[in-house]
């Protein structure tokens, strides 16, 4: 039932006329990337297939739709019996996409897509937002370690997936338990400032914390006065103490502070953590700072100021014959397109190229430095075997953003990293 | 598991060195309004109390815990037998809210208290902003039909509280099937584009259309040329015609073309739907405009601008005693308190009081016209019986936006609508 209503009274007269039948597909792309990015991320295709499997209408969900009249008998009995049976091409995980990009394609009956609609598009709509904005973060980060803290920021399920997809896109560690427990995430999380007010002192507290984690622990310290925390911190761990964590004020210029302060009492390896209100520009204007690891809770969670990706679903071939729309500033371009991306010889990535799928027609030959983008995502009722996990996600971003050009990974607003070329 | 990994830490601290027992009070607020806003709306107490009451530890959380090392098996034996037993008051769902409101307050053991940061947070901070984005648009709109449709630009299940926040704050139907079952908002839908591209002609899918769900349905004519398919949908459906919608081009333009064309054709009682990237300010443009209802998607599920409501948990008391953080640029105001809100007699609200709780004093006393703002909520491990319903909190919302003085009800930017005054 995580799906608009049209989507069902569509379906409803698509059966009544005939038109359910007829062979469609799909396409999930995106017009443009938000406030000038450079790249998109792809995100969120593992928890798709996952909501894929479960995509039905039980006997609760008919009985609530037959109640509410949202469609009549015969369209509640196709539902009974609904469950996907088209196929999805689409990016990987960690692929990056650009405007146009076509990063999902369902071909199937018209019923069996339509109702795809609105779950297809939550979930990459998140996710890929929240991708989007954290692979700026660990590009600025520049491998410093980088600690996902925002699941109080967002809905609690949406924590989770935004954990998924800020691990996804090279973030070290997520607060969430459950994004821990559900996707095996690393979790990382000592104290809020609440502990040490718990205590009759900072001291107290500090040590049980001690008692209870181990000297490699990470004591927050701007409770009170920082300067006095980092005194009583080493004080009581000792100059083995693994971490401070400071959460507010200037952190760059207290940083530094503390950096001399942890070097004079002895304290030479302990790591300063910095957290509160960062973003992708605070953590690159914390570059020249004695920084070692940035806790981000909020600007990851909500995609920096672009909270949805932008993704649209759209119909763009129908028995065969390109469909387009012709609406004032929303056109699409139609027909079953897929996309490979040019390099040069260096590796690095120049053009992605969006061609039809025609089954008359061979593909636009691959470079040797070239590669095709879609992969086979659902077949036969079922998630195609062996799909790239969690991990080489991340390994293949990693890998993507090297090919991207230098001027693609500024922070700066600009044109997209790669332009998109479309053949006819 | 919907939480954060230093609560668990926290509490194992705690429960080792015997603070885990001491008698707190934390409070949800908020710093600040975003953005300029002039009032926050309370959203999201009807869902926080149905998942404390699932808030617990069962064998596979227990076991991901020990697996992963997070907590000794102390605190895993006390997570086994956990339920909240705390007293929670605050503030009903479509109350008003300011900076410093104590929105939430949650008194226990530190142990119990503790954990629920995230969750509690995570619940008011998303519903919160959607529905004080929501609520400007209600204003906006000014009595015409809104419908939330934003479900596919956020987390799939971030869209059915989402479209339960909208709802309370005004919007009239969601466009969320889950929605509308789990909450019984009503729901809203009839077609896309794509419908119209499945067919072979414009009236073919109108027909359909007016065949399944009647000639009260609204038809969707801006897939190829406005004029033309207005044409069309007369032609097919007759003067009859429930609505038409526009979801692309200058909507305000359009509308007037569209209700000169649909009266010259005798629809006069055919209503415009307007849809397409609004936000308040879009729909607070087209009030001059022949348009009789709004379809809002991304604006609203998202917060416009503003994905988090900001809302804090802290710790304000232990044991009686005020307790408060000095950090730079994030203090806090120490010591449990609640709040009342005071007005002329005219029924305009001019100042949010905020009071400390102290077992050996009254409360400042109400005029004749005042209200006390916090309300029992959580009281012997249950919600507390009778709470309102997300009808009554509508016209909670409804009855406190009359007594908003007039310029608190701008979209512009400025100081909040009602002073917070802090007594001693």
């Known amino acids: 039932m995580l799906t608009d209503r049209y989507e069902l009274t569509m379906l409803a007269g698509a059966l009544h006329d005939g038109t359910a039948a007829r062979r469609c597909s799909f396409e999930v792309f995106a017009r443009s990337l938000p406030g000038g990015r450079r790249y998109g991320v792809v995100a969120g295709i593992g928890r798709?297939?996952?909501?894929?499997?479960?995509?039905?209408?039980?006997?609760?969900?008919?009985?609530?739709?037959?109640?509410?009249?949202?469609?009549?008998?015969?369209?509640?009995?196709?539902?009974?019996?609904?469950?996907?049976?088209?196929?999805?091409?689409?990016?990987?995980?960690?692929?990056?996409?650009?405007?146009?990009?076509?990063?999902?394609?369902?071909?199937?009956?018209?019923?069996?897509?339509?109702?795809?609609?609105?779950?297809?598009?939550?979930?990459?709509?998140?996710?890929?937002?929240?991708?989007?904005?954290?692979?700026r973060m660990a590009s600025a980060a520049?491998?410093?370690?980088?600690?996902?803290?925002?699941?109080?920021?967002?809905?609690?399920?949406?924590?989770?997936?935004?954990?998924?997809?800020?691990?996804?896109?090279?973030?070290?560690?997520?607060?969430?338990?459950e994004a821990g427990r559900r996707y095996g995430i690393p979790t990382a999380g000592t104290s809020a400032h609440a502990f040490t007010l718990l205590h009759d002192t900072e001291a107290a507290a500090?040590?049980?914390?001690?008692?209870?984690?181990?000297?490699?622990?990470?004591?927050?310290?701007?409770?009170?006065?920082?300067?006095?925390?980092?005194?009583?911190?080493?004080?009581?761990?000792?100059?083995?103490?693994?971490?401070?964590?400071?959460?507010?004020?200037?952190?760059?210029?207290?940083?530094?502070?503390?950096?001399?302060q942890l070097d004079s009492l002895g304290a030479t390896g302990t790591r300063i953590l910095v957290?509160?209100?960062?973003?992708?520009?605070?953590?690159?204007?914390?570059?020249?700072?004695?920084?070692?690891g940035y806790g981000v809770g909020t600007s990851v969670v909500t995609g920096s100021g672009a909270p949805a990706a932008g993704m649209v679903y759209k119909l763009v071939e129908v028995d065969g014959r390109p469909v387009e729309k012709r609406s004032q500033n929303k056109t699409s371009i139609g027909g079953r397109k897929a996309a490979l991306r040019r390099h040069r010889s260096t590796g690095t990535a120049v053009e992605e190229v969006v061609y039809r799928v025609r089954p008359d027609a061979e593909p636009p030959a691959l470079g040797e430095h070239d590669r095709r983008l879609q992969v086979p995502?659902?077949?036969?009722?079922?998630?195609?075997?062996?799909?790239?996990?969690?991990?080489?996600?991340?390994?293949?971003?990693?890998?993507?953003?090297?090919?991207?050009?230098?001027?693609?990974?500024?922070?700066?607003?600009?044109?997209?990293?790669?332009?998109?070329?479309?053949?006819?």
Request: aromatic share 6%.
């Open 48 to 135: 798709l297939l996952d909501a894929l499997a479960d995509f039905r209408f039980g006997p609760d969900e008919l009985r609530s739709l037959r109640e509410n009249g949202t469609v009549d008998e015969d369209t509640l009995a196709w539902l009974a019996d609904y469950r996907f049976r088209g196929e999805i091409d689409g990016y990987p995980e960690g692929e990056l996409y650009f405007p146009g990009s076509p990063v999902l394609s369902v071909t199937s009956d018209f019923a069996d897509a339509v109702l795809l609609e609105t779950l297809v598009l939550s979930v990459l709509n998140h996710d890929c937002a929240v991708a989007s904005a954290a692979a």
């Open 275 to 292: 957290s509160g209100d960062l973003d992708e520009y605070a953590i690159a204007a914390l570059r020249a700072d004695p920084v070692d």
């Open 142 to 177: 520049n491998g410093r370690r980088l600690i996902e803290m925002g699941s109080r920021r967002t809905h609690e399920e949406s924590a989770v997936a935004a954990a998924r997809a800020a691990y996804l896109a090279g973030f070290t560690a997520t607060s969430n338990l």
């Open 377 to 424: 995502l659902w077949r036969d009722g079922a998630r195609v075997p062996g799909l790239p996990t969690l991990e080489e996600g991340r390994e293949r971003l990693r890998q993507a953003l090297v090919s991207v050009p230098w001027e693609g990974l500024t922070l700066s607003r600009g044109e997209p990293a790669l332009p998109t070329t479309f053949l006819p």
């Open 206 to 260: 500090f040590q049980t914390q001690v008692d209870v984690l181990g000297v490699g622990t990470t004591l927050l310290v701007d409770t009170y006065d920082i300067t006095q925390g980092i005194a009583t911190a080493v004080e009581v761990a000792g100059p083995g103490l693994g971490a401070i964590r400071i959460d507010s004020g200037e952190v760059g210029v207290l940083a530094r502070q503390a950096r001399e």
